[in-house]
């Protein structure tokens, strides 16, 4: 065990810092502190240039090997940008699907073509991602997907016909992955693809979906015979669900650094408020702020320890990682009823009308659908459980 | 000893219930979002017409000469359907601080026979809220002044709108001047009418409170019964039967202190500091913790604008902070469980409190 930075490490830091003070500004100066949980819809094209200026410094996927168009940090490395990153107070990550998933997915499971296809769009911070796995029918039950995808001998390319749900910024992206069935007869998670689809074609069409936030950060969308070139499929017909499954690995894995931090922005944020209007003088709030701190500190530990060594390029984390969704979730949930009692009845009143919020109701709002995607917490909770902890499986529904 | 409701108010209730649920629905509220006031005069004359505007004015002004208690129940059918019409406060707050003064100033005499005839709408100002629900289709304010209480005209008055997490209210804040003319009452007696108003504010708002819980359990039961995943029921699952079940627990409990603080008010109003905080401390957790297991067993669906449930989360997100949030009402409680005099003990179960 070794819990500091080396000396390499500290120079790192230093530079990570020097580069976020002389660009964080200009143009990108009103993206501080943007972007983040419940913030995803504000200013996205500024936010993707900010994405290019940060390729043009090496500062995208740098966990990623350096014959991928990454920079081989080290996680300690990761680690040390990701709180340079947020204590600059720079923006919530435009890139990050395709930083944090598709890339990933793509070099651990993706063919050369497809590396060299798609990853240099996703480094230089040109092209985004979007995550098609649910639909009306596969939410927690995401092996009940229906979209089809049918291979067109004539044309030499997959059709893909069906409908996705959910799908978080489909409509700024410029390709999406979606799982989709290959083999017509088959069910659950057997006969499944995973395709990687361009957005802008006639075959695709995506309509917002309004939150209880009134803005609209996801969407359906509807697939037409899309097409999808022959070789724009990860793995062979079939290994869909492996794939998808290793992507989510990555969603638990590394990401989460840079998550935790933003965290630390939106406590000290709390932490502000209380101090602003009094609240800190209550004990019981006083509490609350101290045990918010408390466990983010174990979150952030805890991925470390689980990142320790062990974090693969096929970004299999250990059985310890199975729990990290529900801890940060429920953390973050509680983040927001913290920030919305501190408020008291200020709470209640939004930035202006029609139906502006303020940073925190956003962010109130946002942490209810915390503990719901990528996995509700009732299914993290089985999981845990059953392939954690070995309990009993609950039996298995007979599926049409 | 005798916690029930008689059979009148039971039957009263019911009648009730169904106009409610057959006037004001999901589509109706959201429909009232677009319109300029938010408010629907018709609505409003129908309530009247029924004579829920009446049941707490004094006989002597027209009224059925009610009480809190003949009315907690109305109060959460109320919350039940997320009513934005402000009924509650009118019948539980302004109309029982204009009869305390009905003999010093004949202005409220007046007041009184009008909001029982359904003439006009009174609005309610209280040190606790920094802005006063429905100022806008009020024709007449009750406002605080430090220790006294004013009566002003809506047009004496300025109105800037403050926009609500719940879309379904209307918020203001009041910009006016106090004059001697204005003034209904202040010193001690001043102090005690806000004092009481606190009490019958966040009594109406924890009887909503409960009512918005139900609603939200209700609709979540039938939810989990028609999504199917993993070729079943979602409520076929132990996590979302006992995220409901947990839910259930807190609302029906939430109901004896509620009942119990209505009595209290009707009985013993200069005592029921207590019992008041009591059951919104007591509501507020139950309709929170509904808003917050219904979403998770909603899913995604229930983070959107579509969905209806959001009309209930936020109805009781905003009244959990609305006549006292809980941390001020848990902060009444201890004060007072803390006073070496207070009355606890075998033989103060429904004693006197304070
Ligand atoms: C803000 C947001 C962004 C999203 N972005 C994306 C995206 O970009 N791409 C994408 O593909 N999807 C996305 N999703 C969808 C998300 O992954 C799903 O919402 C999630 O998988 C849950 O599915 P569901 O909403 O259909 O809920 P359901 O599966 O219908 O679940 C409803 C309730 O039933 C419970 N439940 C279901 N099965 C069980 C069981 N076996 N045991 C116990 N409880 C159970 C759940 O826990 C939940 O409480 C997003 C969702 C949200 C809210």
């Known amino acids: 065990m070794k819990l500091s930075f080396s000396p390499e490490d500290e120079q790192f830091r230093v530079e990570v810092a020097q580069w976020l003070q002389q660009n964080l500004t200009g143009e990108f100066e009103k993206l501080k502190f943007r972007g983040g949980p419940g913030d995803e819809h504000m200013f996205p094209h500024e936010r993707q240039r900010w994405e290019q200026k940060l390729a043009e410094g090496g500062w995208t996927c740098i966990g990623w090997p350096q014959e991928c168009g990454g920079r081989g940090c080290s996680i300690e490395q990761q680690v040390i940008f990701n709180e340079e990153y947020a204590r600059a107070g720079a923006p919530g990550r435009a890139g990050h699907i395709g930083e944090g998933l598709a890339g990933p997915t793509i070099i651990a499971f993706g063919s050369d073509a497809q590396k060299q296809k798609y990853l240099p769009g996703i480094v230089a911070g040109t092209e985004l991602w979007c995550q098609g796995y649910s639909e009306p029918g596969a939410g927690s039950d995401l092996a009940n997907v229906k979209t089809r995808a049918r291979f067109d001998e004539a044309k030499g390319k997959w059709l893909i016909n069906g409908q996705k749900v959910w799908t978080s910024l489909a409509h700024e992206s410029d390709y999406c992955f979606v799982i989709a069935r290959t083999d017509p007869d088959s069910v659950a998670h057997k006969g499944l693809g995973f395709f990687l689809v361009k957005m802008a074609q006639p075959g695709v069409e995506v309509r917002g979906i309004q939150q209880i936030t009134g803005t609209s950060e996801f969407n359906e969308v509807f697939f037409d015979n899309a097409e999808c070139d022959a070789e724009d499929i990860v793995g062979e017909p079939g290994d869909g669900w492996k794939v998808a499954m290793g992507l989510l690995g990555f969603e638990r894995g590394v990401s989460t650094l840079g998550q935790q931090m933003q965290f630390q922005n939106e406590l000290n944020a709390v932490i502000r408020e209380a101090r602003a209007n009094g609240a800190d003088h209550n004990p019981v709030i006083r509490q609350r702020i101290a045990r918010a701190h408390a466990e983010l500190k174990i979150m952030r530990y805890n991925s470390m320890r689980m990142l320790s060594g062990q974090g693969g390029s096929d970004g299999s984390l250990q059985k310890e990682a199975l729990i990290y969704k529900l801890f940060w979730a429920t953390w973050h949930r509680s983040l927001g009823e913290l920030a919305m009692d501190v408020l008291g009845p200020d709470s209640q009143i939004l930035e202006d009308g029609p139906y502006q919020l303020t940073r925190l109701q956003s962010m109130y709002l946002f942490v209810r659908s915390d503990t719901i995607y990528g996995g509700t917490n009732e299914i993290q909770r089985n999981i845990i459980a059953e392939r954690g902890l070995g309990m009993p499986k609950e039996p298995k529904v007979a599926v049409q | ?354």
């Not at chain 2, 018709?42 to 002004?61: D, F, K, N, R, S």
């Not at chain 2, 509650?88 to 029982?96: D, I, K, R, W």
Request: aromatic share 8%.
């Open chain 2, 1 to 354: 000893m005798d916690f029930t409701f008689t059979e009148d108010q039971l039957l009263f209730c019911d009648s009730v219930k169904n106009f409610l649920q057959a006037e004001i629905t999901p589509e109706s509220l959201r429909a009232s979002w677009d319109t300029d006031t938010g408010r629907s005069d018709e609505l409003w004359q129908t309530i009247v017409e029924l004579g829920l505007t009446a049941m707490l004015v004094p006989e002597a002004q027209g009224g059925l000469g009610m009480n809190e208690l003949d009315f907690i129940l109305l109060a959460q059918e109320c919350g039940r359907v997320a009513l934005a019409e402000a009924l509650v406060e009118t019948a539980l707050v302004a109309t029982p601080l204009l009869s305390a003064l009905v003999d010093k100033d004949p202005r409220c005499a007046s007041l009184l026979e009008k909001i029982a005839s359904g003439e006009i709408r009174v609005a309610v100002g209280h040190p606790a809220n920094e802005l006063v629900s429905d100022a806008h289709v009020a024709d007449w304010l009750l406002l605080p002044s430090g220790d006294q209480i004013h009566l002003l005209a809506r047009d004496q008055v300025k109105l800037v709108t403050q926009h609500s997490v719940d879309p379904s209210r209307r918020l203001f804040t009041v910009e006016w001047k106090a004059t001697d003319e204005t003034c209904l009452a202040g010193g001690p007696e001043g102090v005690q009418l806000l004092a009481a108003s606190l009490n019958r504010g966040a009594l109406g708002c924890a009887a909503q409170l409960v009512g918005l819980a139900e609603a939200m359990v209700s609709l979540t039961v039938d939810y989990t019964a028609d999504r199917h995943q993993f070729g079943k029921a979602i409520g076929t699952n132990q996590a979302l039967k006992h995220h409901m079940a947990n839910c259930a627990v807190k609302s029906e409990f939430a109901k004896a202190p509620l009942y119990r603080a209505a009595y209290t008010l009707s009985k013993a109003p200069q005592n029921a500091d207590f019992a008041v905080s009591h059951a919104k401390v007591a509501a507020g957790e139950a309709a929170l913790l509904a808003a917050k297991n219904a979403i998770q067993s909603f899913g995604a669906m229930g983070y959107t604008w579509e969905c209806d449930l959001h009309i209930f989360m936020k109805r009781a997100w905003a009244l959990d902070k609305f006549w006292g949030h809980t941390g001020f009402h848990k902060n009444r409680l201890h004060q007072w469980l803390m006073n070496p005099n207070a009355k606890i003990g075998a033989d103060k179960t429904f004693g006197i409190q304070g």
